[in-house]
Each structure stands twice: as C-alpha cells, then as structure tokens.
C-alpha cells in the first residue's frame, strides 16, 4: 500500500471515529423550551396550538422556533358573541389574523383578545 493511500485511510477512519463520538451528542442535544402563559379575553376560551386544544388561562411549555395559533369564534352564553380582534405577544400586537403563526425565541405571554360583536336577537318561547 502506496503511503498516500495510508493517509488517505488513517484520515477516514478518523472521520468516522470522530462522528462516533459526536452523533450521541447531537442526538441528546436538546431544543430550547420556554413558558408560555397562554391567556384570552374573556378569560376562559378554547385555543389550538399546533393542532392541540387547550383551554386558558394555562402555562404550556413550547419549543424555540415558529407555532401554529387558532382562535376560534366564541359565544359564552346563549345571547352573546364575540369576534376574534388581536394576538398580543409580550404586550405589543402580534397580528390581527385569528390563525397565524407565531415565533417563540423565550418565554413569552399570549394572549387571543376578543371584541363584543353584539346580541342575538333574544326569543320568546310561547306554549
């Protein structure tokens, strides 16, 4: 064996003696997480983040990196609604979207804020 052939040799076997040893890091590596304190208002709303359902007020954790948010529209009783207005992110508005994405780069406070959109028109029920 040519002794440029060696090294050619000792150099992949180093390679791949270094890549041993890294891949385990790598996969261990961990994704940021951070708190987010999921709010809406009025208070207790049904949301979905990245496909799941979660009632607020609640404290979730969420990796670093864009999500998925949906505000439903929501009547909480019989005779009143309301219309989806405004993500607020960390105080500032976020978007006006009631689906949107958002990025998480640290803990972070969001809230889904609705406007009263009005009354259904009320019923009387004779018997």
Sequence with gaps: MK???????AGALGTVAGLALLIPRIAKAKIAEYSVVLLAEPEQVELKVDENKLN???????????????????SLNLLTKYEFYAWIVNGKVASYKPETDLEISGDTAI????????KYPEFIVLI
């Design 111 to 118: 809230k889904a804020l609705y406007i009263f959109a009005g």
């Design 3 to 9: 002794l440029e052939d060696k090294v050619v040799l």
């Design 56 to 74: 607020t007020p609640k404290l979730i954790e969420l990796s670093e990196g864009k999500h998925h948010f949906i505000a439903p529209k929501i």
